[in-house]
């Protein structure tokens, strides 16, 4: 089936547009007709996604974590463009480290990101939202680390989950203004630098043949999912967490047929065993 969207006359802003999902997603809206802002630290790998889709993007180079830097990033989309309609809060950054030497700075760095970034651009995003009393959208991002254990991720998994609970208060506090606020929940994702250094290879191909779908997913998933959140096709959707996960969420890829050889519950099946 193709799929299509217009959102012709609009203007959104992507986060973490430097690369990777972020790149992909600034693309994907600008094909739909928006006007995009792409905003990160690396002012040159957002020259290069820029590059791509012309006068349609802006590059605004700045640090998410701080009041000005969002500021300036959400008064980019209203002074250039004229207006703003979504905000993709994409941005974030996962350092891996163990629990027992994890640095109190890097923690703090990946919290202001993360969670003070994400609750910053929404804030500055909603005002002007707000103030063109048209409603809006808002793309969190999370990540399915955020609901269960991984060795080397505390602070990468905590501040994700702090982003779904962000999502749910934001989403109920922008409601009477027509903002609908929701989160991505990503799995693994194939932005992974190529070629693989020796360690990520050996664990990607450990976890690759276990995901349900067997396969990392393409940067342009996660970008669909964002563009059906962004379009009409979701009105009655607000505060919730999308996983986007090849199925990692539920379970494993299954190994071989379905044995049943608990004998207790043959009263129930019928089962009679020779």
Not at 53 to 74: F, K, M, N, W
Request: aromatic share 6%; net charge negative; hydrophobic share 40%.
């Amino acid at each position: 089936m193709n799929v299509s969207y217009d959102f012709s006359g609009q203007v959104g802003i992507v986060t973490g547009a430097a690369r990777g999902v972020g790149r992909t997603m600034v693309g994907a809206l600008v094909a739909t007709g928006m006007k995009v802002v792409a905003a990160d630290r690396d002012s040159q790998g957002l020259m290069e996604t820029c590059q791509t889709v012309g006068d349609s993007s802006l590059a605004v180079t700045a640090d998410i974590s701080s009041p000005e830097g969002a500021r300036q990033i959400t008064g980019a989309a209203k002074e250039h463009f004229g207006r703003l309609d979504v905000c993709v809060n994409n941005a974030a950054v996962a350092p891996h480290t163990a629990l027992l030497e994890e640095r109190v700075e890097v923690w703090d760095m990946v919290y202001a990101v993360n969670c003070r970034g994400t609750f910053l651009m929404t804030q500055a995003a909603a005002r002007i939202m707000i103030a063109q009393g048209e409603g809006g959208r808002i793309v969190n991002f999370s990540s399915g680390v955020s609901s269960r254990g991984s060795a080397g991720a505390a602070a990468y998994a905590s501040s994700r989950a702090a982003t779904e609970s962000f999502t749910r208060v934001a989403a109920i506090e922008l409601a009477p203004h027509n903002i609908l606020v929701n989160c991505v929940s990503p799995g693994l994702i194939d932005t992974q630098p190529k070629p693989w250094p020796q360690s990520m290879k050996e664990s990607l191909e450990r976890r690759i043949p276990a995901l349900p779908l067997a396969r990392p997913g393409a940067p342009e998933e996660v970008a669909n999912l964002v563009l059906w959140l962004c379009s009409e096709a979701s009105t009655y959707v607000t505060g919730s967490v999308y996983a986007v996960d090849g199925g990692v969420g539920v379970g494993s890829r299954p190994t071989g047929a379905v044995v049943d050889d608990d004998v207790r519950y043959d009263w129930v099946t019928g089962r009679v065993r020779q």
